[in-house]
């Protein structure tokens, strides 16, 4: 059992948004089977194909100890009728968000209300209701670009110059979130999350498409040459990174990384191998919004928290596959 250190007596009730989320579902599963009571809270929203949702929450509601609530944390309302009716929780972790580069370029509006407004009424909530533990997810996104070529981000290096409006909500976020543990004394743990994967991945992330591309025929398109590295996180991994912050650490950030970063091309070539199929490449210029390389420092995570990736990015993309072949009788319609 992986358990937050201080906490194991204490920790009974988690109140996790985004719990339909890609990690937020993973989340809320290893909490209940650590013998958590878990609060989920969920938009639902049809920001990708809500069939993926739906799955991942029935996962959830299949299991004992889990509560589910349908709203927006941007509602501070009817999130205060939460807080009332089924706290005191000993602890929030706030997985809700609206994420992805590409995206946040069309649609800025609607990341500032769920990453910055949802996660000021959140705290606000904490505060007002005495709840000392604030867990939240950043992105690798704040980094923008790296400061020289292989050079690997540190939670103490600059973040003020973000490349697209969803980095810039999760820097504002993290802002928002030292404000109130210096103003009202909140244990605060923000994760940066480095380009996480998994089974019932989300279908604007790159491997579901490739994935589904390779597997069902169709064009691959790929924005630049593939060069471009990142470092893949198991959602597992991820999942677990999570839970150990629940650790009282003051106020701390840190990097959840996949310690072995890989080009776009490699990751095709062993998603090809493990589909025994050949992509059909439709190479696109590169997207403004994207860095070249992300590549975590995960030193602070090991030492503080005990934490670093345990699943291969060839284990991960195994099962991954496994899961699309399973469910791709429903999956294969996914819009992406």
Known sequence: MI????YEKTLKTVLLTGCAGFIGSKVGELLLQQGYKVVGVDNLNNAYDTQLKEWRLKQLQDQANFQFHHLDIADK??????????????????????????????????????????????LELCKDNKIKKFVAASSSSVYGVPLESGHPFYEDQSTDHPLSPYAASKKATEELCYTYHHLYGLDITLLRYFTVYGPAGRPDMSIFRFIKWIAEGEPLVLYGDGTQVRAFTFVD????????????????????????????????????????????????????????????????????????????????????????????????????
């Open 77 to 122: 309302n009817s999130l205060s009728e939460i807080f009332a009716s089924t706290g005191p929780f000993a602890a929030v972790i706030n997985l809700a968000a609206r994420a992805g580069v590409r995206q946040s370029l069309e649609y800025p509006w609607v990341y500032y209300r769920t990453n910055v407004i949802g996660t000021l009424n959140l």
């Open 237 to 336: 991994d991820i999942a677990r990174g999570t839970i150990l912050a629940l650790k009282p650490v003051g106020y701390e950030i840190f990097n959840l990384g996949g310690a072995h970063p890989v080009s776009i091309r490699k990751l095709i070539e062993l998603i090809e191998y493990l589909l025994g199929k050949k992509a059909q490449i439709d190479q696109q210029p590169v997207h403004p919004g994207d860095v070249p390389a992300t590549r975590a420092s995960i030193d602070k995570a090991k030492r503080l928290l005990g934490w670093e990736p345990e699943i291969r990015l060839k284990q991960g993309l195994k099962s991954t596959v496994d899961w699309y072949l399973e469910n791709q009788d429903w999956v294969k319609e996914i819009r992406i």
């Open 3 to 6: 358990a937050a250190e201080g």
